[in-house]
């Protein structure tokens, strides 16, 4: 099942594998680094404080960047733009938050 993934070359799978990723690496980021704290403490935390938008945003997106690495070497050229384009939303996201926190 998992191999019938990555042979899929499409832009709406790329958009939701891009939705998905850094989704999944803020819960990663929150289980290695954060776990004394309630996930809606976590999260509170993150976007209130500016020095933390930018590194925990930062390692979110690297979730990102394994997927755009595994599908443009595999050629899935499509579900890369797909992924691609997510991450650019969720990288000027972050930098919007950034700069609208006091």
Do not use: Q, W
Request: charged share 15%; hydrophobic share 55%; aromatic share 12%.
């Amino acid at each position: 099942m998992a191999l019938m993934l990555l042979k899929k070359d499409n832009l709406k799978f790329g958009l939701v594998l891009g939705l998905l990723g850094p989704i999944i690496g803020l819960a990663v980021v929150y289980l290695v680094s954060y776990r004394s704290f309630t996930f809606g403490e976590f999260f509170n935390f993150f976007i209130t404080d500016n020095k933390r938008i930018t590194s925990i945003g930062a390692l979110s997106l690297l979730a990102n960047a394994v997927l755009f690495t595994l599908y443009i070497n595999t050629h899935r050229d499509n579900t890369a733009k797909g992924i691609f384009l997510t991450t650019v939303i969720y990288g000027i996201g972050i930098l919007v938050l950034k700069i609208l926190n006091p």
